[in-house]
């Protein structure tokens, strides 16, 4: 298999996904590229969100369609030389993959060699479920089980605690300390502007910043960027 596992499509600061051009560059080899927009609820419709990612990734010389703009989504896979997924309510994104009959062929033309980016929501995807994402379950799936692409779950945008906040509820290390109490596998907190590359058996975290560890039973560790094969 072959995963680009995003926390974020943008970075304070750097226009939409320009950061990633050349890990993008150097990820997707074919270039039609199958853009999957159903992570984004009220406020944009699909089209226009296939607009936006389609415009950065024709700039680096791609060509993307949006899933729903083909016949069916066999037909969408059949086109694909990379899947791309991009970021907005997890919640919203897997209730369509199910009602819309794609996750599991999109998990078996992942599994069979497409290779598949994901970004925020379409990162949460490739972990074992959806149960350690940060959105609001605003509508709700058959199912929390997501694609399975790796043996974790990914916790993406993932946030340290301010010590100057006088914000007393949870942090994000509690939530996923409070997932571990009812769940066994393991949680990556990707920070902003950090990512996870898969290649067959081999994983590296990439970008410049560490990434948290969470193990069941455990104390969570920092874990810098370079191999992380031993997750697989």
Same mark, same amino acid.
């Given at each position: ?46 089209? @226009?969100?296939?607009?936006? %990612?389609?415009?950065? !990734? =024709?700039?680096? $010389?791609? +060509?993307?369609?949006?899933?729903? /703009?083909?016949?069916?989504?066999? @037909?969408?896979?059949?086109? %694909?030389?990379?899947? !791309? =997924?991009?970021? $907005?309510? +997890?919640?919203?994104?897997?209730? /369509? ?136």
């Amino acid at each position: 298999m072959r995963l680009l596992i995003v926390s974020t499509s943008s970075i304070h600061g750097k226009p939409y996904l320009s950061y990633l051009k050349e890990e993008v560059s150097s990820f997707f080899k074919g270039k039609n590229i199958l853009f999957i927009p159903y992570a984004r609820p009220g406020g944009i419709t699909w089209d @226009e969100y296939t607009e936006k %990612a389609t415009e950065r !990734f =024709t700039e680096w $010389g791609y +060509t993307m369609r949006g899933i729903h /703009t083909f016949e069916n989504h066999t @037909e969408a896979l059949n086109w %694909a030389e990379g899947v !791309f =997924t991009g970021g $907005g309510n +997890t919640f919203v994104l897997v209730k /369509t993959l199910y009602d819309l009959g794609v996750m599991a062929d999109l998990k078996s033309a992942v599994e069979d060699g497409l290779p598949y980016m994901g970004s925020s929501a379409g990162s949460n995807l490739t972990g074992l479920t959806v149960r350690t994402t940060n959105d609001m379950p605003i509508v709700y799936p058959p199912s929390f089980d997501a694609l399975g692409l790796v043996p974790f779950n990914i916790n993406p945008h993932y946030l340290d605690p301010d010590p100057s906040s006088t914000h007393m509820g949870e942090t994000r290390e509690t939530r996923i300390n409070e997932f571990h109490h009812f769940n066994e596998q393991p949680v990556v907190g990707l920070r902003e502007g950090s990512w996870l590359r898969r290649e067959g058996d081999k994983l590296e975290l990439k970008g410049e910043l560490t990434a948290r560890l969470f193990r069941k039973g455990v104390a969570a560790i920092e874990r810098a960027p370079g191999d992380w094969s031993d997750l697989l």
